[in-house]
Structure formats: C-alpha cells, structure tokens
C-alpha cells in the first residue's frame, strides 16, 4: 500500500478567514498518510450497530435514497444474538450488493459474570475474561464463517491472535478479515502496530485521537483505520465532521464510520428494542451522506476505493510457528 491520498482541496472556512487575515498555516506534506487500500483508494465507508436482517433492510434501502455508498456493515450485539436463517439472510442480501459484512464474536466484559468491568476503572474493559469467555469466540467464529460470514469483530487480544492462527490453519477461510473494536482500540503507534502483528486488518481507534496521533501511527503501520466520524455516546459522543478530509490524509487507508451521538445504546438487541434500532439505522445512512456532501463542498470527495473491495492488503504479522 503506497498509493498517496489526495489532500483536500481546501479546508472549511479557509477562504474567507484568508481574506480576513485569519488564516490557517499551510498543511505539511510530511503529514500525509503514505497508505491506500490494494487497488487503489484511500477511504472506504461503515454502517455500525446494523442488529439483524430488518436493521439492514433499512439501511440498504436508505442508502439507495440517498445514494451513500457502503463497503461495510457491522453488528454489535454478536453472532450468539442471531439465528442461523437471521445470519443468512444477512449473508445473502450484503452479497447482493457486495458489501462486507461484520459480526461481533463471542462473551465480552459485561456480556459474563465479571463485576470488575462496572467500576469505576473498568477493569478488564471489554475482554474476553476466561477460556469459556475465548471458546465462546472461537464457537461464533466458526459458526459465522460456515453461514458465510466474511468479517468478523474482536474485543481482545487472545481472541485475536488466536482467530489469525485459526485462519492460517485452514479452520476458519484465509480470507476472513479481523476488526479490530473501538472498545478496546489502541491509542499509540506502538500498540496499533502490535496489534496488527497479531493478525488485525483493521483498527478501530477511539474518536478523541488527534490528527497528530494519526500521522504518528501511519508512520509505522500501513493497516487500515476504523473511526467513527460520529461516535456513540458510550464511546465518547465525538463529532468529527468537519474533520473528515482531514482524517483521511493523514490517517489513510481508513473507513469511515457513521456512527449516531444522542441516541439510546441498543447493545444487545431484540425485538423490544425494534423502533430505536430501526430509527438510528437509518439516522446513520443520513450521518454518511452529510459526511459526504461536506467532503464533496471541500472538493476533497476523490479517492474511494472501489466500492465490493474489502481486503487489507499485505500486512505485518508475528510468525505463527515455532
């Protein structure tokens, strides 16, 4: 990956504010992500919290209206919250419109018996706490990648390398790409490129890093970066918008997420929970095109990758023999 982005054609308000000797200084060419996806593209789109089959009928069908382009959908709740002929039907309507599909595996922090995570330090944080807790993990993984499932989302570092290994083996397809959580994200280069040894295709990093945190990271790491350009409130209830091709340049190959600040978490979903779920799923499609018409004004909208693309290209791993 070594295709630069394009940098933004301008930034919000920099006419205006020159002609009143307000200025910002010149960006750096230093600053921009070296990185792009395999086959050209620095950025690539996300629609999270996507619970079940009639969540993503939804988001399909406002995508269409209002002409947002997506590569990926993700789920929160987990595979363990999905019937086989739910899952399926998932399956078969993201392959329809070769958009990549993301489950989250297995027991996760307060998903088990652990209290730890509830004080005030956290704990653990979101990790799979025990052997049951990674079995647990590994028993969604397999289940989802035999329904078709071809991404799979991960909130620890065990579950991570072992799903990397488990994939090598040929006990999961080679092909099956590994996100990263934000609810365990790395913060400093050091530990994103740590995690992409560990079999990461892409990193969700949490919303409140820097510009100057991305360029950090891109300075040793080429793997794909996940942010919410809105974040859940759970998550910080960060709005980047104004951000976006800012984020792109220095943070590039990254995928932009639409997430929804303001709106009642839905972690895990069922059926009591349908009205909300189905409201902020389609709030997210609208987020994404305001992104995008915002990018589009900025005349910094170039460089999508190609929409049915979803590998990471050649990445940094630990051996994992020997």
Known sequence: MTDAPTSAARRPGEPALTALGLGAPALSPEDASPHSFPGGGSWRTEIPSCEGPEALAVVLKESSRLDVPIHRISQGSGVWMLTDSEITEMVEATAERDIE???FTGPRGTWDTGASVRTDSGGAGLRARGHDAVAGSVEDAIRATELGVKCLLVADEGVLWTLHRARTAGIIPAD???KVSA?????NPASYAVYER???DSLNVPSDLTLAHLTEIRRVSGAPLDMYIEAPDDLGGYIRMYEVAELIRRGAPVYLKFGLAKAPGIYP???HLRDITLNTAKERVRRGR????LLARHGADGGMAPLGSRLPGQLN???TEG
Not at 290 to 293: E, G, Q, T, V
């Open 269 to 271: 979903w069922g059926n």
């Open 317 to 319: 791993r630990f051996p």
């Open 101 to 103: 599909l993301c489950l």
């Open 176 to 178: 099956t790409t590994l």
């Open 198 to 200: 560990l079999g990461a």
């Open 290 to 293: 305001l992104a995008l018409d």
């Open 183 to 187: 609810l365990v994200g790395p913060v």
